[in-house]
Every structure is written in C-alpha cells, then in structure tokens.
C-alpha cells in the first residue's frame, strides 16, 4: 500500500467524500469531487492520489491538460479480483465520466466485500511532479 504524508501544500485541504451507490451525485461523491477538481486544475496535468480511510487502499489518479487529446489515468495498487490482473494495475479512459465510472465499480466491489453501505475517502492534490 502507498502511504500518503503531505502532498498538499498549506493553501490546498484534502477532500473528503464518501462512495454511497444511492448518491452518486452527493456533494462528497467522486463524480462532485473530481468535478471540482477538474474545475480548479490549472495547465498541464492534475495527479490526485485517493485514500480509502477504511483499508487504506489508495489510487493515483491523472487528469490531463484541458483541451487536449490524453487520457485520463487510474492507477490502483492493489490487486483486484474484478480485473484480470496479478497486481498493481492501471486503467486508461477517453473521458472524465469512463474514469469516474471505472472508480465507483472498484469502489461498489469493496463497499460489498466490506459489507459497509458507503467508503469513506480522501482525495489530494500532488504539486510540483517532476
């Protein structure tokens, strides 16, 4: 597992949200989240990793410069049964809502396995890549 320390800078809060199948829309969702995210990127890409408070799974997720044609990036480190591979794995999209629809599957399988009715989760902005 990543274990995430201060990515942020003192001007940036994480944001918090929760995965709940009945609200996607809610204003702590993933989709509202990103959205806004999205919203604030500046130019080049936006790299947000996403913790999972219950298990401490976490994803890097890229968003690329706005008005371009790359493709948004998922990277999971944790093996998953739901995809066909032996480890750590990365899911390409065409566009913001495949991404943000491939990100509720995995979270709709652990929410299950976890037998919880929503995840719980941090999402944080990584500066100054390089």
Same mark, same amino acid.
């Given at each position: 597992?990543?274990? !995430?320390? +201060?990515?942020?800078?003192?001007?940036?809060?994480?944001?918090?949200? +929760?995965?709940?199948?009945?609200?996607?829309?809610?204003?702590?969702?993933v989709r509202k989240l990103l959205a806004t995210c999205r919203n604030e990127q500046g130019t080049g890409w936006q790299v947000l990793l996403m913790e999972l408070l219950q298990n401490d799974d976490t994803f890097c997720i890229c968003l690329p410069p706005k008005g371009t044609a790359n493709k948004?990036?998922?990277?999971?480190?944790?093996?998953?049964?739901?995809?066909?591979?032996?480890?750590?794995?990365?899911?390409?999209?065409?566009?913001?809502?495949?991404?943000?629809?491939?990100?509720?599957? !995995?979270?709709?399988?652990?929410?299950r396995n976890d037998e919880v009715e929503h995840v719980p989760f941090t999402l944080y902005r990584v500066h100054s890549l390089k």
């Open positions: 597992h990543l274990r !995430i320390k +201060a990515v942020t800078n003192d001007n940036d809060e994480p944001k918090e949200g +929760a995965f709940q199948e009945l609200y996607l829309q809610d204003s702590s969702g948004f990036w998922v990277f999971d480190f944790c093996q998953r049964s739901t995809v066909n591979a032996p480890g750590a794995y990365a899911l390409v999209h065409t566009s913001m809502l495949q991404m943000e629809e491939s990100i509720e599957s !995995i979270l709709r399988v652990i929410s």
